[in-house]
Nanobody, 125 residues
């Protein structure tokens, strides 16, 4: 089974920055796409950003373009989410996720098979 372990969440003031990390492990790990989603209480889970492992191609939700950057470290099997110019509207639980071998350039949560436990990000005004 694949395990995704997140770190880096916390409390930050508006305009500040945070970097989230997600380390993937497992006896057999094949993931072509990894990404981040977020969910606030009473709201649907929203796509944030994703990256295609082989090419490094990235795609983002319109609400975070120009502020968030997703990247990967092949040696560490880790994906990062650098969050700059944070706004109170960014407050949510952030989840790392990975697709299976038949991946696509998707923004849908149902296309991601493996999920981390979630980490809280709170942005104060």
């Amino acid at each position: 089974q694949v395990q995704l372990v997140e770190s880096g969440g916390g409390l930050v003031q508006a305009g500040g920055s945070l970097r989230l990390s997600c380390a993937a492990s497992g006896r057999t790990f094949i993931s072509y796409v990894m990404g981040w989603f977020r969910q606030a209480p009473g709201k649907e889970r929203q796509f944030v950003a994703a990256i295609r492992w082989s090419s490094g191609t990235t795609w983002y939700a319109d609400s975070v373009k120009g502020r968030f950057t997703i990247s990967r470290d092949n040696a560490k099997n880790t994906v990062y989410l650098q969050m700059d110019s944070l706004e109170p509207e960014d407050t949510a639980v952030y989840y790392c996720a990975a697709q299976g071998p038949y991946s696509s350039s998707s923004t849908c949560a149902n296309d991601f098979r493996y999920w981390g436990q979630g980490t809280q990000v709170t942005v104060s005004s």
